[in-house]
C-alpha cells in the first residue's frame, strides 16, 4: 500500500508536469532569459539544417518562429568570422532538437519534462532497493519541493544536467551487490560505459561537475571494480574526446567556452544581418570578446558572505530552494562512495565560489542557483538507510512551502515581475532571508542601482523607486513596506533619513543601533540614524577596496506612500571605489577610485 501510494504520488506530479508542458507556450513569456536564444538558435540549426552553424537562414527562422530578435546570442568563430558555430555544448540543443521540429515553441519544455520523468523514475527505481517504499515520494520531495521542477520551462542546459547526473547515479547505485544476483560481465560494462558517458557530458558543460566522477567509481561494486572503473573512464573519456575534437575542427578550441567569442543583441547587430561581412575582428577590438576566463581570487571575507548567501541567500540559497537535500543528508549511509558523493558537490559549488565570486549561481538566467542544479542529485543517492519514513518527504515539503509557494501556485511564470522583482522569491523568504550584497547580477527592485551624496544606494524591494526628480528623493508605496542598501568607500557613523510631506502617522525604522528625531524646516521629518558597526564589509565587483554596507527596513502604515532623501551624518573621507552609476544628481560628480576589471560572464 504504502508503495502505490508513493508511485502514484509521483507519477501524478509528474504527468501534471508534462501536461503542463505540452499546454505551455514559451512566447508567453514577455522575453528571452539569458542563453535561451543561443540554445534555441542552435537546437533549431540541427533540427532543420542539421548542423551546428549559424547563418542568415537560422536567424530568419528564428524570428519567424518567436517574433522577436535572438537577444543575447552568443557565437564562436575560428576564422575571424567567415563562419561562425554556437558558442554553448551541442548535448542539449541534440536533446531538444527533435521536439523543437515538432512544435518550435513548446518543444523545448516538452524534452524537459520527458526527461525529468525519465530521471525520476530511474532514480526511485534505484532508490526504492536503498530507501524502501517511501522512496517514490522522497524522489518527488526532492523535485517538487525545489525549484528544479520549474525549470522545465526554462530553455536551458541545467535542468538537463541535472537530469543526465541523476540517471548516471541511478546507473552506477542500481549495479547488484552483495546478496543480489550478479550481472553479465557485458551487461555491467554496458552500465558503466552509460554512465561514464553521461557524466561526460556533465563534465563538458563545466569542468567542475567532473569531481562527480570520483564517487561514482567508488560506487562500483567489488567484485567488478576493475571493468566498472574502466568502462567508466573509457565511457567519459571517449565523450570528452569526441566532443573536444569537434568543437576544436569547428571553433579552433577545445570547448565552446574557448576561443573567440561574441554576444550578440539589437544594440550590437547581428551577423549576416546587421553586420558587415569582415566585421568580426573590428567588432573583437572595440567589445572584446566574451572568452570565458577564470578569475581565480580568494578574499576571506568576501568568501566568508558567499558561504552564507550559498546556503540561505534570499534569492541564491541552497536550503530555501532545494531544502530536500537534507533528506539525503539525514538518511546518509556510510559506503558505497556515498561521502564522496557530499564532498563532490561541496567542492565543485565551492570552485564556482572561488572563480566566479560575484556570481556564483548563473546570474539572470537562473531560479535561484541553476549552478548547483546538476550537483543536487548527488543529494539524494547519498541516502541509504532504510527503511525511509514518508512522513519525512511530507516535512521536507511542509519546510520548503514559505520558499517556494510562488512556484507552486505559477511554476510557467516569467521570472521578472511587471511591477519589478523576482516572481519566484516570497514574502517570507523576502522579509527573513538576507540580501545577497556580494552578487553583481541581482536587481530585487526592478531598478538600477545609484550613486547619491557619496553613498550607493540600492533598492531591494519594488515597493522603492527613485522619486520623480531623480535619485535625490525615494519613494514608498502605498504598502508601507520597503528594504534599501546603503554603501560607502568608508565606515559611516550614520545617515540622515529625511521624510518629505505628506508624512505618514508613523514611520519605524529597522537596521541602526539607534534612531533619533531631528527637527527640520519646511514639514520635513527627519530622523538620525546611528550606525555602530555594518551589516559587512568586502570587496565589489567594481572595486578591489572594502565597502562598508547598510540595510534599512522601512515600515510605515499601508494605505499612502511618501518620499524620503537619504544623507551621510558626515562626508565619508575619501572617495575610492565608488561605483559607477545609472544617475548622479545635478553637479555631483563621479567619485574616482580603483575599477576592478570586469570579465566576460556569458
Known amino acids: 500500500m504504502q508503495r502505490s501510494l508513493a508511485w502514484a504520488v509521483l507519477a501524478l506530479l509528474l504527468a501534471a508536469t508534462v501536461v503542463g508542458a505540452v499546454t505551455f507556450d514559451r512566447r508567453s513569456w514577455p522575453g528571452l532569459v539569458g542563453d535561451e536564444a543561443t540554445y534555441l538558435m542552435q537546437a533549431q540549426s540541427l533540427a532543420w539544417d542539421f548542423d551546428l552553424r549559424y547563418s542568415r537562414r537560422d536567424f530568419d527562422r528564428f524570428v519567424e518562429q518567436w517574433g522577436v530578435k535572438p537577444e543575447g546570442l552568443i557565437l564562436q568563430s575560428a576564422d575571424s568570422g567567415r563562419t561562425f558555430t554556437y558558442s554553448k555544448p551541442a548535448s542539449y540543443a541534440a536533446w531538444i ?31 526504492s532497493r536503498r530507501l524502501g517504499p517511501a522512496a517514490p515520494l522522497w524522489v518527488a520531495a526532492w523535485v517538487f519541493a525545489s525549484v528544479a521542477f520549474a525549470y522545465v520551462f526554462w530553455v536551458h542546459s541545467d535542468l ?3 537530469c543526465l547526473t541523476a540517471i548516471a547515479l541511478a546507473l552506477a547505485y542500481g549495479a547488484p551487490r552483495g546478496g543480489e544476483p550478479p550481472e553479465t560481465a557485458g551487461r555491467s560494462a554496458l552500465r558503466w560505459l552509460a554512465a561514464g558517458a ?7 558543460s563545466r569542468p567542475f561537475y567532473g569531481a562527480l566522477l570520483l564517487p561514482a567509481a567508488l560506487a562500483v561494486p567489488r567484485g567488478r571494480r576493475a571493468l566498472g572503473i574502466a568502462a567508466l573512464v573509457i565511457g567519459a573519456g571517449l565523450v570528452v574526446l569526441s566532443s573536444g575534437l569537434a568543437n576544436l575542427a569547428d571553433a579552433d578550441a577545445l570547448t565552446p567556452y574557448g576561443g573567440q567569442r561574441q ?3 539589437s544594440t550590437t547587430g547581428f551577423p549576416e544581418v546587421d553586420l558587415p561581412a569582415g566585421s568580426w575582428t573590428s567588432q573583437i ?31 541564491v540559497g541552497i536550503l530555501p530552494y532545494f531544502l530536500p537535500l537534507l533528506l539525503g543528508l539525514a538518511a546518509f549511509r556510510r559506503g558505497e562512495g556515498r561521502g564522496m558523493l557530499i564532498l563532490a558537490a561541496l567542492a565543485a559549488a565551492f570552485c564556482f565560489l572561488l572563480i566566479r565570486p560575484f556570481n556564483f549561481y548563473g546570474g539572470g538566467g537562473a531560479l535561484a542557483n541553476r549552478y548547483f542544479l546538476p550537483l543536487y542529485p548527488a543529494f539524494w543517492f547519498a541516502a541509504g538507510r532504510s527503511p525511509a519514513r514518508m512522513s519525512w518527504a511530507v516535512l521536507a515539503a511542509a519546510l520548503a512551502a514559505p520558499f517556494l ?63 520623480k526628480d531623480g535619485a535625490a528623493a ?48 519646511g514639514g520635513v521629518a527627519g530622523k538620525l540614524l546611528h550606525f555602530a558597526h555594518p551589516r559587512a564589509a568586502h570587496r565589489m565587483w567594481w572595486t578591489d577596496d572594502p565597502y562598508y554596507l547598510y540595510q534599512l527596513r522601512l515600515e510605515a502604515p499601508a494605505g499612502r506612500g511618501f518620499a524620503f532623501r537619504l544623507r551621510p551624518v558626515a562626508k565619508p573621507p ?21 575599477r576592478r576589471s570586469q570579465g566576460a560572464h556569458a
Not at 105 to 126: D, M, P
Not at 198 to 204: F, N, S, T, Y
Not at 286 to 301: E, I, L, M, Y
Not at 426 to 436: D, G, K, N, T
Open 263 to 265: 554576444s550578440f543583441d
Open 574 to 594: 575619501g572617495t575610492a571605489g565608488v561605483p559607477p552609476a545609472t544617475y548622479l544628481p545635478a553637479k555631483e560628480k563621479r567619485p574616482a577610485g580603483r
Open 474 to 521: 525615494i519613494d514608498l508605496d502605498a504598502s508601507g513596506e520597503g528594504q534599501i542598501l546603503i554603501g560607502s568607500p568608508a565606515p559611516l557613523d550614520g545617515v540622515e533619513l529625511d521624510v518629505l510631506p505628506p508624512l505618514p502617522r508613523r514611520l519605524d525604522v529597522f537596521g541602526a543601533e539607534s534612531v533619533a528625531a531631528v527637527p527640520l524646516p
Open 160 to 162: 538537463f544536467l541535472m
Open 285 to 315: 577590438a572595440r567589445r572584446g570578446d566574451h572568452t570565458w576566463r577564470a578569475q581565480v581570487s580568494f578574499d576571506r571575507p568576501q568568501m566568508a558572505w558567499n558561504v552564507l548567501y550559498f546556503f540561505v541567500g534570499r534569492h
Open 405 to 467: 509557494l510562488p512556484l507552486w501556485q505559477h511554476p510557467e511564470t516569467y521570472l521578472l515581475a511587471p511591477g519589478g522583482g523576482y516572481t519566484y522569491v516570497s514574502h517570507f523568504a523576502q522579509r527573513y532571508l538576507p540580501y545577497e550584497t556580494t552578487l553583481s547580477h541581482l536587481k530585487p527592485s526592478g531598478h538600477e542601482d545609484f550613486v547619491h551624496n557619496a553613498m550607493w544606494i540600492k533598492l531591494l524591494t519594488p515597493s522603492l523607486r527613485p522619486g
Open 198 to 204: 553521461l557524466l561526460g557530458l556533465v563534465l563538458m
Open 97 to 127: 532538437a527533435p521536439f523543437l521540429r515538432l512544435s518550435p515553441t513548446r518543444g523545448a519544455s516538452i524534452a524537459n519534462a520527458l526527461l525529468l520523468a525519465l530521471a525520476a523514475v530511474a532514480a526511485a527505481r534505484t532508490l
